[in-house]
């Protein structure tokens, strides 16, 4: 019998006293006491001379997995104060702390990384090989291969500092002038982001004029994100240019931990498979009673799943759905509830959307949300529960092999949401019901591998071009254009020439190309859902052995060593793409 559960989340059990809290001010103070230990020992590191000299090796990697983990531990904390109350000011100085915390690590590993550069490569190799860094050695081997095709340290703090006012400056200008535009509908003065969500209005002729006024609005304003995006791009190549990186996927690949030859396959074989969505949007244009669909129109509801569950009835479900792939994740999921790892509460003064954050040193994690009870927030808490139970599983690794990328951080939350969606759909009461479920499903597909690759696309050939130099608004709308005509297979009768300027994702200067890694993780986790459907209940395990090495292996070694598969070959692919296609399949049939 499972016990109510309470939609308010207890983050007095981490630090009594939120932020007033006297505990917390304790655990800073000591975390910066630590952050100078730290310091000290990189600034008196010499690179070591032989495999003997490993005391300050040791000493730094001890001192630096506790920092890390309390700079986490605080930063989580810090997050869920000023996401269950927007107006809380302390929270705001809160941050501020932990964001000069961060930036003293940051400085302190890119000196820590250039000593590991200068270690002879034979030294290197078998220190690597003893037992305090054999655990962690992928890890450290990163950080120093990273290093080694950077330039000096002197250059690259020059990069840095320069970069605050250069490289992120426009990154920020860019938020700067977003927030000032606005748009006037029916005498509504709207913001961009409020416009924007009335592009998935069930009504037409809003979602048009919604569409007509972001069009004039971004084209009006679309010269002054031509000069952020242009600089900000040219910082970015200028950078590579004086690293000798040729490729400007370098970065993200690196950062994702994947080749570009696993990149190429995958979109290979997703432009393949495109020719199976073709029919789909025509049959989605006709049930909107149109002769093509628009840009617009591909995200548009279908119609409405009216069945709603209360938290309880979610979080029931959830849990049953779960048990039937992996008791250890039902458990898991039924502990979060009864401990009130989760804020789901729908009331005034939260932070919009949802996320799962990490509290390491204390070895819990915080979920935060607002459930209204459709089947997207029954599947959105699934999907935050399944990014809980990947942190679950590494809390007994070392700190710094706790570390994953964007493209496997999705993994465990899309595995999460998939069963629950699946089930739902198994469920569903009526044939309408069952419908909406199912296109909500294939449209996330279309999502992926149409939206997400025009802007892969777009920003491949961009970032091209723009090592000749400026490209124009003109150019920049084409290459837009193009590129969206391109990944839609030219199903489409208008296209969003300002997309460039609109989404977010294009000016993020922290990670570069914040494209592929999505429909990577999409997929990915396609995969490994049809192994675990076809390897029964004995998956569990090998699911979780999977998640614990996603901090320390490249992609394509995890995916060999825990599914037995090549990314670089398309089969994997394929097979990721088949599942897919059954969803479709199911939905084309009902229609
Ligand atoms: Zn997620």
Known sequence: MMGTYALTWDLD??????????????????????????????????????????EELNKIVEILQVVSKKLSEFG???????????????????????????ARLGNGLTEMDQVFVQVDDDVWKSLLNQAPFKAISFVLNERRSLAKDKLEVGKESLINDLGVDGYHAWGQMYDALVAKLSIEMN?????????????????RSVRKEAFDKLQETWGEASDLF?????????????????????????????????????????????????????????KKAEKLGLERLSFYDVEAPFGEADQKMSFQEG?????????????????????????????????????????????????????FMTYSGSPSSVATLAHELGHAYHQHVMNELPELNQGYAMNVAETASTFAEMIVADAAVKEASTEAEKMVLLEDKVQRSVAFFMNIHARFLFETRFYEERKQ?????????????????????????????????????????????????????YLFSMGIYAKALEVGPAFEDRYIALLQDTGRMNVEDLAKKHLDVDLEEKDFWVHALELCLSDLESFMDLV
Not at 329 to 344: L, Q, S, Y
């Open 469 to 521: 130099g400026v490209v124009s608004t003109e150019r920049l709308n084409e290459l837009m254009t193009e590129a969206q005509q391109e990944a839609y297979v030219h199903t489409l009768d208008e296209y969003d020439p300002t997309f460039w300027a609109s989404k977010l994702h294009f000016h993020i200067t922290d990670v570069p190309f914040y494209n592929f890694p999505y429909t990577f993780g």
């Open 13 to 54: 059990s981490i630090f009594r006293g939120g932020s007033d809290s006297e505990e917390l001010k304790d655990y800073v103070r000591k975390t910066e006491r630590y952050m100078d230990d730290l310091e000290a020992a990189i600034r008196t590191f010499t690179p070591p001379k032989n495999t003997d000299q490993t």
């Open 315 to 367: 979080a029931e479900f959830i849990i049953q759905q779960f048990r039937k792939f992996s008791p250890k994740m039902a458990d898991f999921a039924e502990m979060a509830f009864e401990k009130r790892w989760i804020e789901a509460e729908d009331r005034s003064g939260k932070q919009p959307g949802g996320f799962c954050t990490s509290f390491p040193d204390s070895g819990e994690t915080r979920i």
């Open 76 to 102: 989580a904390f810090v997050s869920c104060l000023s996401a269950q109350n927007v107006q809380d000011k302390k929270a705001n100085m809160w941050q501020s702390k932990r964001s000069e915390l961060g």
């Open 226 to 282: 031509t000069e952020t995006l242009n600089h900000l791009s040219g910082f970015r190549l200028q950078t590579y240019k004086h690293r000798k990186w040729e490729n400007v996927l370098k970065e993200p690949l690196d950062y994702n931990r994947m080749s570009e030859k696993t990149l190429n396959a995958m979109w290979e074989t997703i432009t393949e498979y495109k020719k199976h969505y073709v029919p789909y949007m025509k």
């Open 187 to 203: 005498g509504e003065k709207l913001s961009v982001g409020q416009a924007s969500n009335r592009l998935d209005n069930p009504d």
